[in-house]
């Protein structure tokens, strides 16, 4: 196992400050196919999105980012949440489709947010995190994103969003430039993906309803 960490932590070449290794590489792969998945709301997003959580947990460890990477964890459990949710489905339901969050649900996101954000803003500042709270309130905005994805609710897409406009200039602070350039890559996407969702269930609603003879 050792070995196997000390080569994803090998470095391939340098970007400015940021020297990228096969875990950062490989998570920019793996990052870019996830949300290309998940903009296509394919299941498949989810094995490679535990994988890119998994990539991205060395690449955390090894640079000491500890929130980012305790993160990645619970990214890897929610995923194989949202997997068996979105595949067992029991018998004689229809497949998870694509609805609107409702508004107590969103309220609840949101009163997650600003909660998850306090409680975690002060365990990150006396583990001398970099950024506390931007770490915090990035933590808590995934945390709800992928809650909502699980769920395959619209507005994932909200909080997806939310999180990388301030992941991107986050990343380039701590150094990890090619991270950063995965985040802005993740947000292009995660405007695409709301869109085409959007379409999505517009399709749904303007279809007409079948009357059995």
């Not at 929610?78 to 969103?106: D, E, F, N």
């Not at 409680?119 to 006396?126: E, K, S, T, W």
């Not at 269930?201 to 309803?209: A, G, I, Y």
């Amino acid at each position: 196992m050792s070995s196997v960490l000390d080569a994803l932590n090998h470095v391939l070449f340098t970007i400015g400050d940021d020297h990228v290794t096969w875990a950062e590489l490989l998570g920019f792969v793996t990052g870019g196919a996830c949300v290309w998945l998940t903009v296509r709301a394919s299941v498949l997003n989810f094995p490679v999105g535990i994988a890119n959580s998994a990539f991205f947990l060395v690449l955390f460890a090894y640079a000491h980012l500890w929130a980012d990477a305790w993160l990645q964890v619970v990214y890897i459990g929610l995923g194989a949440i949202g997997w068996g949710h979105w595949v067992l489905r029991r018998p004689g339901t229809s497949p998870l489709a694509i609805r609107p969050a409702s508004m107590p649900m969103l309220a609840g996101c949101v009163a997650f947010v600003i909660v998850g954000t306090a409680v975690l803003y002060p365990i990150l500042r006396n583990a001398d995190d970099a950024a506390p709270f931007w770490d915090a309130l990035t933590t808590a905005l995934s945390l709800a994103a992928q809650w909502l994805l699980n769920l395959k609710r619209l507005q994932t897409w909200w909080f997806w969003i939310a999180a990388d406009v301030v992941y991107v200039p986050l990343y380039v602070v701590k150094h990890l430039a090619l991270t950063a350039v995965v985040y802005v890559l993740f947000l292009g996407l995660c405007v695409a993906g709301l869109r085409q969702w959007q379409a999505a269930l517009r399709d749904v609603v303007r279809e007409p309803v079948k009357v059995r003879a």
